[in-house]
């Protein structure tokens, strides 16, 4: 029997997460995530400011400004397609593990279930990609 409230926050919303290790170390998969790898899991964009407050708009329209970075570690961000009528957050941790790092998307202010479940989808196709990538 599954429970209709998973990923259902007191506070936040829907949230959801999705962790993938891959074999390279940390500086190797934060440069990728914040370089070539940008339009991976963020979309086509020339860069991603990292200055707290600024603004950023991918070429297919998600738009969010940064709300907090951390070099090496943590990049949360807000993250709304053009056509959601709501901002969420979006919140990007890497952290060194035995085999390599582990990339950790955290996605929270999702407005239902089905959001819910699509924006899972989404991140576990982004984790599959990066780990093709260093594969």
Not at 20 to 28: D, E, F, K, N, Y
Not at 82 to 108: C, M, N, R, Y
């Amino acid at each position: 029997m599954s429970d209709d409230t998973t990923g259902l926050t007191k506070d936040a919303g829907w949230e959801m997460g999705v962790r993938q290790t891959v074999a390279a170390p940390l500086p190797a998969v934060w440069d990728f995530l914040l370089g070539e790898g940008l339009p991976v899991w963020l979309g086509e964009i020339d860069r991603l400011p990292t200055e707290k407050g600024a603004g950023y708009v991918t070429a297919d329209g998600v738009r969010g400004s940064i709300r907090s970075y951390t070099e090496r570690y943590r990049v949360r961000l807000g993250w709304q397609p053009d056509d959601w009528p709501h901002d969420t957050t979006l919140q990007v941790t890497l952290k060194e593990s035995a085999t390599g790092t582990t990339i950790g998307f955290h996605h929270e202010k999702l407005a239902n279930r089905e959001e819910r479940k699509m924006m899972l989808g989404h991140w576990k196709n982004v984790a599959a990609a990066i780990e093709k990538h260093f594969a």
